[in-house]
């Protein structure tokens, strides 16, 4: 009974929990075509699947950590911050296309610096790494890989 119980506590729940989110997620990125690359190519569910794999491997290595050296117990509180960044994740990934990746990618951004408090005391930082985290997954995407980003508002008329 001992083995059980220690199964059910937030320090295995969690990881399970975002195990089968990120399958959930692996799996939406197969429905993702494009129409120019081929077989091997780089094209625009390489980055899904890539980020999904990378979870995985993340999500692995706590479970074990845990399984075999189990931390103290977890209090709701300090579970806040990851269902907030699960929460906002859900969001950028509802409004991305209706919104654009501009106004989308700028949300998210500063939610999650606001969730983890990082330059809130300063406007103008907090606005400059904002813009800087866009323009660079912009660079990113659209001008290294070519994936083509939806337009500002593109998904709404």
């Known amino acids: 009974m001992g083995e059980r119980a220690n199964l059910f506590r937030a ?38 699947i890539l980020a999904a794999l990378l ?20 209090a709701l509180r300090d579970m806040a911050r990851p269902a907030l960044v699960v929460l906002a994740t859900s969001a950028y990934i509802f409004l991305f296309r209706p919104l654009g990746y501009i106004p989308s990618t ?16 300063r406007p103008h930082i907090f606005a400059l790494y904002v813009i800087g985290v866009t323009a660079t997954f912009y660079g990113l995407f659209a001008g290294i890989f070519g994936v083509r980003l939806p337009a500002m508002f593109e998904g709404l008329f």
């Open 106 to 121: 700028l949300a998210y951004s500063a939610v999650l610096l606001i969730i983890f408090r990082l330059e809130t005391r």
């Open 11 to 48: 320090g295995v729940l969690l990881p399970v929990f975002l195990l089968a989110v990120t399958t959930v997620y692996l799996a939406a990125s197969f429905d993702i075509h494009t129409q120019f690359s081929g077989d091997g190519e780089m094209s625009p569910r390489s980055i899904p």
């Open 55 to 74: 979870m995985y491997a993340a999500l692995a290595v706590v479970l074990w950590t845990e399984l075999r050296e189990p931390s103290d117990s977890i």
